[in-house]
C-alpha cells in the first residue's frame, strides 16, 4: 500500500471492505505507475465490450420471435422505438468486440504475456476467442437474412469434413425436425436452437471470463518487457525492491484503477454508440422510418446469392475457397491447436528466455506469420465472394511463414537481440535501496484541466439536454440521440481521465 | 487419492452422455425410420434401392426450349428436398454430345456403379440429369442461371460449365461434371436417366454416386435414400432460365 496521506476517502472505504471481505490480493490488485497505458488496459475493452453486448443484446431479445426471425428483426427495426438503434448497437459491438480481441490477443502476444506461469490464461484466452467467434457466428444467423441463413448453414456443413466424429457431434445438435411445432412454415426451425445456443455461450463467455480474471488478479500485471532480463521471474510480485524504490513501479492507489476502468468502460460505450448511430448496421433511414435492408430468406434467390461470412470468418473461408474441405479442416484445426498450444511451443521447442519480443525471435517470426495470413486471406477472400481461388492461396500463406522466418527470425536474433541484451546488462535491476527521485510531472496545467473540465460540462449538459428534446419522437430521432450519448460518454470519459486516472494533470 | 476422486468423478458423469446426446439429437436419431415418406415416388424397394421416377415426357421438354431457349429442367429426385436439373447438352452448346464418360466408374458396387458410359437420352441423345446440389459445402446451383463467362456463379453457355456461387468450385457438365476449378473434392453426381422410346417419357433410375449431405455421411448410392433435414431445398419451378452477369 501507499502512505496514509496519499488515500483518499475511497481508498479507506475500500480498506475497510478489505478488512471484511479480503478484497486486496486476491481480487482486485492496484497496479504499478508503469501499467496506467492504454496497452495494459486492452481486455478491459474487450470486456466493457462484452458488458455492453449483454445489455443491448438482452433489450432486442425482448423482441425477437426465434419462430418468426425475420419479421420481428423488422419489427423490431421499423416499430420500435429506439429498436433500430439497439439493433445497430449490438451488431456494431459485436464486430468492436472481436475486433478488440484481436488486438487484445495480438499485444500479448507482441509482449510475450502467454509465458511461464501464464500458460493457462492464454488457454482460457484462446477459448474465449473461439467462444467469441461461436457467438458472433450465432448471431449472425438470427435475424435470419438471405445472406446471414445461407452462410450460417454452409458454415455447419463444413464440420462434415472435420476429423474425430466433430460432424457427427454438430449434426447431433443441429438436426433438428423441419415440422417441429410452433414454427412459421418456411422458418427452420433451426434459428430457434441458434437462438438458445446464443444465451448459452453467451453465459460460458462470462465463466471463462471469470477464470480468466481470476487468473490475471493471481499473477498481476506483467513487468514491462525492457526489465525482464532472460531467466528472471515474469511476476511483479517478485520485484519487491523494484516496486519500493523505482517511482515508475510505485503502486498507486486503487481509485486510479476504478477511474480508469470506468473511463476505459465509458469509452468503449461512448465509441460504439457513436459508430452505431452514425452508420446504422444494415438499415437505412427513409422518411424519419428506419428500414432493415438485407432481403428475407428465401431458397430460391439463395441458390443465387454468395453466403459470404462475416469479416472475422474470412480467412477460414478463403482456406475453404482454396483448396479441398478436408484439407481446410486440417489447416483449420491446425490454426487452433498451434494457437492454444504456443505458449508451450515457445516454451518447450523455441526455449525462449525472456519477453522481450527481440529474445523471442522464432515466436514472433511464428506469430507474425499468423496475423500477416489473417489479414491477407481475410482481404483476399473478402475481393472475391464466391470465386475461385486454387491452391495458390494456400502456397501465399505458406510463403508468408516462410518469408517471415527468413527476415524476422535473423533481425531479431542478429540485430535487434545484441543490442536489447547490452541494454540491459547496463541497468541494475536492484538500486541497492537507493530511492530514485520521481519529478511529478505535469502533463496540464492547471488552469487548461479547469477550462477542460468546463468545456465538458457544457458539452454533457448540452447533449443530455438535447437528448431530452429529442426523445419527443424516438423512432425519428434515434440514431441522433444515439451520436449525442456516445458522445456525451466520451467527454464523460475524457473527465473521468483527466480528474481521476492522471489526477488534474499529474502524470 | 484425488486422482481416484476425479477417476470415480468421471465415471459417475459419464451415464449422463448417451441421454444427453439422445435428448438433443432427438430428430437426429429419428432419421432412418422417417426418410420413406419423403420419397418423391411409389417406392416398392423401400431403401434398399432407387425408385423409378418420371420426370418429364420429351415434347415437353423440347417444346421449353423452343419457346423459352431454356434447356434446364428443374425436378426432385430421390427425395421431395433433393433439386436436380436435366440439360440438354445440345441445345445448350450447339454440338452434339451422344455419350459421357462415367467419372465414377467402378468406385461403387452394384450395376449403377459399372455403368462405364452414361448415354444422353432424347431423339439426339443429348438429355442428361445432374444434381443440382454442390458436394463441396452443399449450396444449391444456379443451373437456372445462363451466363456467359465460366467466372461467374451460374450455367456458362460457352462451356458448360457450372459454377457454385459459394466457393467457386466449376463442374464441366459435358464431361460428366468433373471440376475444373475451386474446391470441390470429386464430380458432381449424375442422374441415370432411362429413355422410353415409344412414348417419349424420360425417367431417373438412380445416380451415379451420392449427394453431398452435411448430416448423414453418404457413401453409397443407396445412402440416397436418407432424409437430411438440413438444407430444405426447393426445386425450381420450369421454366426458370434468366441471365446472368
Not at chain 1, 438482452?58 to 423482441?63: C, K, R, S, T, V
Request: proline content about 8%; charged content about 15%.
Amino acid at each position: 500500500m501507499t502512505n496514509e496521506k496519499q488515500q483518499g476517502l475511497f481508498d479507506r472505504f475500500m480498506r475497510w471492505l478489505d478488512e471484511r471481505l479480503g478484497i486486496y490480493g486476491h481480487t482486485l490488485r492496484p497496479a504499478p505507475r508503469y501499467a496506467y497505458s492504454i496497452d495494459y488496459w486492452l481486455g478491459g475493452l474487450v470486456l466493457s465490450a462484452f458488458i455492453f453486448e449483454v445489455i443491448t443484446g438482452a433489450l432486442i431479445a425482448l423482441y425477437y420471435t426465434p419462430s418468426d426471425p425475420y419479421t420481428s428483426t423488422t419489427y423490431l427495426i421499423s416499430k420500435v422505438p429506439y429498436g433500430a438503434l439497439l439493433f445497430s448497437l449490438h451488431s456494431w459491438g459485436a464486430y468492436v468486440m472481436v475486433f478488440l480481441l484481436l488486438v487484445h490477443m495480438t499485444r500479448n502476444f507482441v509482449v510475450g504475456a502467454y509465458r511461464p506461469p501464464r500458460e493457462l490464461m492464454w488457454i482460457v484466452g484462446t477459448i474465449l476467442a473461439g467462444l467469441t467467434l461461436t457467438e458472433a457466428y450465432l448471431g449472425y444467423s438470427l435475424p435470419y437474412n438471405l445472406i446471414s441463413w445461407v452462410a450460417t448453414t454452409t458454415g455447419l456443413n463444413l464440420f462434415s469434413y472435420m476429423p474425430f466424429h466433430l460432424g457427427y457431434l454438430i449434426s447431433l445438435m443441429t438436426v433438428v425436425n423441419p415440422n417441429q411445432p410452433g414454427i412459421m412454415s418456411g422458418v427452420d426451425p433451426l434459428v430457434q436452437r441458434f437462438f438458445v445456443f446464443h444465451w448459452i455461450v453467451g453465459g460460458l463467455i462470462l465463466l471463462f471470463i471469470g477464470l480468466h480474471l481470476y487468473i490475471f488478479e493471481k499473477h498481476g500485471i506483467t513487468p514491462p518487457v525492457s526489465q525482464v532480463k532472460p531467466g528472471y521471474p515474469e511476476l511483479i510480485d517478485e520485484y519487491q525492491d523494484k516496486i519500493r524504490s523505482d517511482p515508475k513501479w510505485e503502486i498507486q492507489p486503487l481509485m486510479r484503477s476504478i477511474g480508469m476502468v470506468v473511463m476505459i468502460m465509458l469509452l468503449t460505450f461512448g465509441l460504439i454508440f457513436f459508430i452505431a448511430s452514425v452508420i446504422p448496421f444494415d438499415i437505412t433511414v427513409n422518411g424519419g422510418i428506419p428500414k432493415y435492408i438485407m432481403p428475407a430468406f428465401n431458397p430460391v434467390e439463395a441458390a443465387q446469392t454468395p453466403p459470404v461470412p462475416d469479416w472475422y470468418f474470412l480467412f477460414i473461408y478463403f482456406f475453404y475457397k482454396s483448396v479441398s474441405p478436408y484439407n481446410a479442416s486440417l489447416i483449420f484445426l491446425g490454426w487452433i491447436s498451434i494457437t492454444i498450444l504456443f505458449p508451450f511451443i515457445e516454451e518447450y521447442v523455441f526455449r525462449h528466455k525472456a519477453p522481450h519480443p527481440a529474445l523471442r525471435p522464432a515466436s514472433i517470426a511464428l506469430g507474425t506469420g499468423f496475423i500477416v495470413s489473417f489479414i491477407v486471406n481475410s482481404v483476399w477472400a473478402g475481393l472475391t465472394p464466391g470465386r475461385d481461388i486454387g491452391p495458390i492461396g494456400v502456397e501465399v500463406d505458406g510463403i508468408i511463414f516462410v518469408l517471415c522466418f527468413t527476415i524476422i527470425w535473423p533481425l531479431l536474433r542478429f540485430v535487434a537481440q545484441p543490442r536489447v541484451l547490452a541494454k540491459m546488462e547496463s541497468f541494475p535491476l536492484t538500486d541497492g535501496g537507493v530511492v530514485i527521485e520521481y519529478k511529478n510531472r505535469r502533463l496540464l496545467s492547471g488552469f487548461i484541466v479547469l477550462i477542460l473540465n468546463i468545456l465538458i460540462l457544457t458539452g454533457l449538459i448540452y447533449s443530455l439536454y438535447k437528448v431530452y428534446i429529442l426523445s419527443i419522437n424516438p423512432i425519428i430521432n434515434q440514431f441522433i440521440i444515439g451520436q449525442f450519448l456516445g458522445f456525451s460518454m466520451i467527454l464523460f470519459s475524457i473527465s473521468i481521465f483527466i480528474n481521476m486516472v492522471i489526477e488534474n494533470g499529474k502524470s | 487419492m484425488r486422482l481416484y476422486l476425479v477417476v470415480s468423478a468421471a465415471i459417475a458423469i459419464a451415464p449422463l452422455v448417451k441421454p444427453l446426446a439422445d435428448y438433443v439429437g432427438y430428430f437426429y436419431n429419428e432419421l432412418g425410420t422417417i426418410s420413406k415418406k419423403y420419397l418423391v415416388v411409389n417406392n416398392n424397394d423401400g431403401l434398399a434401392g432407387f425408385p423409378k421416377y418420371k420426370i418429364v415426357n420429351i415434347k415437353d421438354f423440347q417444346q421449353q426450349v423452343q419457346s423459352t431457349g431454356c434447356p434446364v429442367y428443374f425436378f426432385a429426385y430421390p427425395l421431395t428436398n433433393e433439386p436436380c436439373f436435366l440439360v440438354d447438352l445440345e441445345a445448350l452448346l450447339g454440338k452434339p454430345v451422344p455419350q459421357i464418360e462415367n467419372p465414377y466408374y467402378g468406385q461403387f458396387a452394384g450395376p449403377l456403379g459399372s455403368i462405364k458410359v452414361i448415354k444422353g437420352v432424347g431423339p439426339n441423345n443429348s438429355i442428361y440429369g445432374f444434381s443440382d446440389v454442390c458436394v463441396h459445402l452443399g449450396c444449391q446451383l444456379p443451373a437456372q442461371v445462363l451466363v456467359t463467362s465460366p467466372n461467374d456463379p451460374g450455367l456458362d453457355i460457352e462451356d458448360s460449365i457450372l459454377h457454385c456461387p459459394c466457393h467457386g468450385s466449376m463442374y464441366l457438365l459435358e464431361k460428366g461434371g468433373i471440376v475444373v476449378g475451386g474446391p470441390a473434392p470429386r464430380p458432381l453426381p449424375m442422374v441415370i436417366l432411362e429413355y422410353d422410346e415409344s412414348t417419349g417419357d424420360i425417367y431417373a433410375v438412380g445416380t451415379n454416386a451420392p449427394y453431398f449431405s452435411a448430416s448423414i455421411p453418404r457413401t453409397t448410392p443407396t445412402d440416397n435414400l436418407l432424409y437430411d433435414p438440413r438444407y430444405d431445398y426447393s426445386t425450381p419451378s420450369n421454366p426458370s432460365c434468366s441471365k446472368g452477369g
